[in-house]
DNA sequence: CAGCTAACTGAACACTTGTTCAAATCAAAG
DNA sequence: CTTTGATTTGAACAAGTGTTCAGTTAGCTG
């Protein structure tokens, strides 16, 4: 017996990457093994190595897919030429937003780096600077209207804070995605200490 | 031939922790074998279960032991009766001093939630539930003085944003502990728009 | 120096691991 | 209806997994 029923290669090898992405998440890439990704394919071990080399690079691809998506999604959604204020706002949103959206993948691209072989460790860790420049960026560019002494160390606060959101987060709690997102935001801009938040005062 | 020369049950047994925690950092506990544990001490695989009863105790007594080691260090170093802008400043100070001092604990207490068994896993979380209370009260404590909406939220995006220190500091970088410290009070003040920050404008 | 025991070895257990490949099967083309 | 080619199976590979345990040894006690 072979070749099953209604197999195709456009559906299948999708499904390797959605089996991959969610178990990587939930059991972690090490506790994971080929025949169980398979499984949740419907299908033999085997079959996954016609559309993948071999284990890491489903963890690799998985990951490269996701930073290089984020930085497309970022580029997308980001205005260069707000204002500083506006910019941060713009920022907190989206990453917030954009995160919520893709907590496995999320995780995975955390907390699976040390899985990955030295090279595809440093591609990540590339993309990844790429994307906090982004953020930087508009950190030091509002360097007149935000009130920061270390630009870099502010980069990396506001990061991990915004991402400490997919760690908690879950869909059926008291908060929205927005509601979330909106209490960032102001978190964000005292951080900084923007002008147009003390205004008001 | 068996028991080597100079071994002696109040060494190995706190080598194999050191050795544990340092592999387990290193590759996660899933990747990291017995024997590569008992390379490490210099010992064969089956002595290690004269100290451990199997490999998942391994984990979680290292993980138990730091989150009550925290929680102890925090009652030590915390004042109670503090103001609150103080009390927060004690706070953000501690959790960065102690928590620079053992990245690897931190690393693993964090990463290795999802190997944990499901009876293991809900005495850790419990233990990180306890520690995050600490802050909380901290917070609404402090209602008057701060201004915070959300007193949960404020919690866990600190704690997201101090903990997230622990993944780029090195001790060979341009700060120091304390001046990461002082940075983050900084920060961590004017999150919660302390009124005492203000004052000086 | 003999005897004792805590400490450790080394081999074995029954499985699981990632990966390869000839053979089998199915879907579509002619 | 046959041929072709993509797709999958199932068995096999060598290596590694956590854990157990009878047997060996080092160092202390008397």
Sequence with gaps: MARKTGSHSEITGPRIQDAALKLFARHGYAAVSMRQIAAEVGVQA???????????????????????????????????AARPDAALE???????????????????????????????????????GRYED?????????????DVKD????????????????????????????????SYVEMARRMVRSKEVLKPR
Excluded: C
């Design 134 to 146: 982004r953020l930087e960026a508009i950190l030091s560019d509002g360097k007149d209207v935000f």
């Design 151 to 182: 630009t870099k160390l502010a980069t990396l606060a506001l990061i991990a804070m915004l991402t400490g959101v997919t760690n908690w987060f879950r869909e059926s709690g008291r908060l929205s995605p927005e509601g979330v997102a909106d």
């Design 46 to 80: 085997g079959a996954l190595y016609n559309y993948v080399p071999h284990k890491q690079a489903l963890l690799f691809e998985l990951m490269r897919g996701h930073m290089v998506a984020l930085l497309d999604a970022a580029d997308a959604a980001l205005e260069p």
């Design 90 to 128: 713009g920022f907190v949103r989206f990453h917030i937003g954009y995160h919520l959206g893709r907590v496995d993948l999320v995780f995975i691209s955390y907390m699976e780096l040390r899985a990955l072989e030295p090279e595809n460790f440093s591609v990540i860790e590339a993309l990844r």
